[in-house]
Every structure is written in structure tokens, then in C-alpha cells.
């Protein structure tokens, strides 16, 4: 079983990945707080995720209703029945165990 790792070495691998970069020339830029969201100085409208309009939905009554009915139309497997025999368990008012008995 292989061992996960814990957070600080997580943490460990992070910061190592982030100096490699960093050494090998990369840079990071700094953001001023929710910056980064705003294009132009304003917030984008378009990435709000209501400018495509209403979708048509599909109703779901009529597909519901043939699910119900496959599910009515299957008749449940009955277990089958052995005629061996099985052990009971006789308890005393207390529900401690008193003996088994076997029940044809």
C-alpha cells in the first residue's frame, strides 16, 4: 500500500516546483484583489452564464411514466424455497439466547 503523502511535503514540492520555474527565468506576475476577473477595469458580462437565453427542456412526465411502468411490468423472482431445514433462536424476556431449535 503505497503511502500518501503528507502536507508538508506536498508543500515541499510545491515550493520546489515554484523555484525551478523562477530559476529557470519564469515569472510571477502579482494581482491587485479580484483583479484578475475584471477585463478592461470591468466585470466581463459575458461569463455570468445567462447570455445564451432560456434552453428548451425536455418534460420528463412522459419518461417518467414509461420507467414506473417497466418497472410494475417486472415481476419479482420469488427466492426459492428448500425444504431443508433452519435453526431459530429462542430468546427469554430478557433477549438473551436461550437455545436453537430447527424448524422444518
Known amino acids: 500500500m503505497n503511502k500518501r503523502p503528507t502536507k508538508r511535503e506536498i508543500r515541499q514540492q510545491m515550493n520546489n516546483e515554484v523555484d525551478q520555474y523562477l530559476n529557470k527565468g519564469g515569472e510571477v506576475r502579482e494581482f491587485q484583489r479580484g483583479e484578475s476577473g475584471l477585463i478592461n477595469g470591468k466585470i466581463d458580462d459575458r461569463s455570468s452564464g445567462f447570455e445564451q437565453g432560456k434552453q428548451k ?16 411490468s417486472e415481476t419479482p423472482a420469488s427466492p426459492a424455497k428448500s425444504n431443508r431445514p433452519r435453526k431459530k433462536i429462542i430468546y427469554d424476556d430478557f433477549g438473551e439466547p436461550v437455545r436453537e431449535v ?3
Open 57 to 72: 427542456r425536455t418534460p420528463l412526465l412522459d419518461e417518467l411514466k414509461a420507467v414506473d411502468e417497466r418497472k410494475k
Open 102 to 104: 430447527w424448524i422444518e
